[in-house]
């Protein structure tokens, strides 16, 4: 799979530093940090997967520091249907919760029970800590230790898969330092990142959170 990733287009990318927000530091406010340095605090990235299973399907990856919430998810976006008699609806969504409380589940619409013609955003949930409150979950860090005292490498990165990455991201890499007039956007302590975020996903088809209840059509 990695094999068919192309390496990453610089137009595809946006990268953040965040700054002060009340009582919060920025990042140049750092001591140890210089203070005309370019580093990214935050990256959004679209990768595309050039295979006939995935071809056309943009794979947004995030992440950074300082932000709203400290979590890892996947989060798969179904295309909103065709026609149907209810319009303007939230699109189902499949959510992989790696941490923290683990979960999968699917966020669905459905038409609220009674007379009224109106949907509500509900969930099909498995949270694993409510599903197996009798049993020790155990931390990413313990199980992966574990596999290492057996022997088992199945959890842990391939060489060849990690040079299949490098050769994903070095060229962004070489890019973003031979390029001194690109600049990281600023975003505040505590936020969901640069204010251009929306805009960029939004630019591939994913389209973050509307209200959860609608009117018909």
Excluded at 12 to 33: A, C, F, R, S, W
Excluded at 89 to 103: D, K, S, Y
Excluded at 142 to 150: R, V
Excluded at 178 to 205: C, M, N, Q, W
Aim: aromatic share 10%; charged share 30%.
């Amino acid at each position: 799979m990695l094999r068919a990733i192309p390496p990453i287009d610089p137009k595809d990318v946006i990268i953040g530093q965040y700054v002060g927000n009340g009582d919060k530091p920025g990042y140049l406010e750092d001591d140890t940090v210089p203070k005309d340095s370019r580093c990214p605090t935050f990256a959004a990235i679209a990768l595309h997967i050039k295979n006939e299973r995935w071809d056309g399907v943009p794979f947004i990856l995030k992440a950074g520091k300082a932000l709203n919430e400290q979590k890892t998810e996947i989060r798969v976006q179904f295309r909103d249907v065709t026609s149907g008699i209810f319009k303007d609806i939230p699109r189902n969504e499949l959510v992989i919760r790696v941490q923290p409380n683990e979960a999968v589940y699917m966020k669905m619409n459905t038409k609220l029970p009674g007379l009224t013609m109106r949907t509500a955003t509900t969930e099909l949930d498995l949270t694993y800590k409510r599903r197996f409150s009798d049993l020790k979950i155990p931390e990413a860090y313990e199980a992966l230790l574990l596999d290492a005292f057996k022997g088992d490498h199945s959890n842990f990165v391939r060489d060849d898969e990690l040079d299949a990455s490098w050769r994903i991201f070095t060229p962004l890499l070489h890019y973003l330092d031979e390029h001194s007039e690109i600049k990281p956007d600023p975003y505040k302590y505590g936020s969901r990142g640069p204010a251009v975020l929306d805009e960029f996903t939004r630019s591939y088809g994913f389209i973050r959170g509307l209200s959860s209840a609608f009117s018909r059509s």
